[in-house]
């Protein structure tokens, strides 16, 4: 057992919170404020990244990447968790589903997104489909050799900005002894593609300026080239690619955890009441000891995930419960932090009504707190045959 | 031309330092450390040298503790190109003086024989401001203390000082050692590339006894305490109050 980190990793750490400091914070007032991040500032962050080639470092050396292990970049993550996520997005870390592009595709998609010349979205959400994956409405027939896709997708983080999407689309359905199940196709659609359209979505409370959008198909053609991975094989690209990306969310949580606790930190040392530092009663400074044991736990829960995922070990549900303990963790550090400042911390003068504001998406995408319980009990059970 | 560039590995700038319980000093144990800010900026000017063609190699050392390893890989991460480093105390609390510093650098010049020494003016942490000018003396090399502004024109260097009245401009001649000042430049983050490579760039491991050098403190530390905590203001309710009370404290 060794708890600590390498020398490159302790450098990896230390230049990516400099960055956060210098290159994010400064801006977050005003993307709070507006809700949007100017076209200009989200460049200049995505070049200087480039320059310090951290982008795209999600990504193995052979395709452009930077080629860090699930840890180096979990650490990478969990720093910029301190950040505004509607700027950190332009640190770019494009959806590694991409891996599965095959011949023209690399050069169309994976290599560009991983160059930071094209950005990426991920849509599966709609209406009726969020935890019920399958419940998707948004689908594709076949017609003259192309499919024809209708339906929509909301909810699509990263939209305002991508150049293209990867899009869950159901392309047909299968009779089983359970009733109906859906056969679901990943599709690579461009922006402007004839039939397709990217709409202003909804105003969230959570991390105002990373957008959320609509994406409407009306009649969209698609060839077979813009499939990713096989016909109905959607869901087997997803399992494979997309259940690490929850540990991202996880080390977003312990990063805005640490960034928020420091605040409650210095706040608790400093505010006075009745004549001491509130941190003097035992009512505050029980809660700062509890925070941070909490922060610490999902921490290492989080590290531990990303070191099974380099060992090549099952990750499943230790990710899911990293996902799981992290967001909820940080729905109870940033609300604490909030009653320790008192009313203060409802004003906007303090970063901590967003942190707290930001906090309540976390259980709920890339799988609600009850879908990654779901995940884990299952891997308890189904083995029991319960 | 080799640049060899000093390193000391302080308590970061972020840091809110507290002073140990006995007052021998400040309290570092599980305290974030990291480089002085001045040589980073000294780091910085080195490598922007290399890249403009003026120097060929850039040597960092750095003389303290076996951690100050972290403090060169630091160094080699923005793109110095190798490292020694002298281990010259065991415990973190340890501070070697500028003497026995400048002492270490002056056999180090003799041996990597660099045609430029780049250093911080001083280091945040006991802001001594002494070792740049005692290895000039030491070595009888000319020197350019608090620089914002450095061109190296072969057998001459343009050093632009921050002096109290402004901006003072000498001409000095090289080999030579400047002490940079905080406006010189903006030091560069670590690419990941680099931060990559870092490890296997060559990292010589010396003592003090190499160079034959003593480190004992020549210096005794009577006291350490707190600044005075700043007394709390009033407020006052017009300008003409505002005078009158500047008046009674003498302060107009």
Known sequence: ?386 | MKVLVPVKRVIDYNVKVRVKADGSGVDLANVKMSMNPFDEIAVEEAIRLKEAGKATEVVAVSIGVKQNQETLRTALAMGADRAILVVAADDVHTDIEPLAVAKILAAIVKEEEPGLVLAGKQAIDNDMNATGQMLSALLGWSQGTFASEVDIDGDNAKVTREVDGGLQTITVKMPTIITVDLRLNEPRYASLPNIMKAKRKPLDEKTPGDYGVDVTPRLTVVKTEEPAARAAGIKVGSVDELVAKLKEAGAV
């Open chain 1, 1 to 386: 057992m060794h708890f600590g980190l390498s020398e490159e990793q302790e450098m990896i750490v230390s230049t990516v919170r400099s960055f956060v400091e210098k290159e994010i914070y400064p801006h977050e007032a005003e993307v709070e404020r507006t809700g949007i991040v100017p076209h200009e500032l989200g460049l200049r962050i995505k070049q200087k990244c480039i320059d310090l080639g951290f982008y795209a470092c999600n990504f193995p050396e052979e395709v452009g990447g930077a080629g860090l292990s699930h840890m180096d970049f979990t650490l990478v993550e969990r720093e910029l968790g301190r950040g505004s996520m509607a700027l950190t997005h332009f640190f770019g870390r494009p959806q590694n589903i991409l891996m599965a592009c095959e011949g023209e595709q690399r050069e169309k998609y994976l290599l560009p997104a991983v160059r930071g010349d094209r950005m990426d979205a991920l849509a599966m959400t709609e209406p009726d489909a969020g935890s019920d994956v399958r419940g998707m409405k948004c689908q594709a027939v076949r017609s003259g050799g192309d499919w024809v896709v209708n339906g929509s997708k909301h909810f699509i983080s990263g939209a305002e900005h991508a150049d293209f999407f990867i899009v869950f689309i159901a392309t047909g359905v299968d009779e089983t002894p359970k009733g109906p199940k859906k056969r679901i196709t990943c599709f690579l659609v461009d922006r402007g593609h004839p039939g397709f359209e990217v709409r202003d979505g909804y105003n969230s409370v959570s991390h105002k300026g990373y957008k959320n959008c609509i994406l409407t198909f009306d009649d969209c053609r698609l060839p077979d080239a813009q499939v990713l991975g096989q016909v109905d094989g959607g869901f087997e690209v997803m399992n494979e690619w997309l259940y690490a990306t929850r540990l991202t969310v996880a080390a977003f949580c312990v990063g805005r955890a640490r960034r928020c606790f420091d605040y409650a930190v210095e706040y608790a040392a400093e505010r006075k009441q009745f004549g001491q530092a509130i941190a003097k009663f035992q009512g505050v400074s029980f809660q700062v000891a509890d925070m941070i044991t909490e922060i610490d736990a999902a921490d290492w829960l989080t590290l531990a995930g990303a070191w099974r995922l380099d060992q090549g070990l099952p990750a499943n549900r230790e990710i899911a419960s990293a996902k799981l303990h992290a967001s909820e963790m940080l729905a109870r550090v940033t609300d604490t932090t909030l009653q320790i400042f008192g009313g203060m911390g409802l004003m906007d003068d303090f970063p901590i009504e967003r942190f707290w504001r930001d906090a309540r998406v976390e259980r709920i995408w890339d799988g609600t707190s009850e879908i990654q319980r779901h995940i884990i009990s299952r891997e308890l059970f189904r083995p029991l045959g319960a």
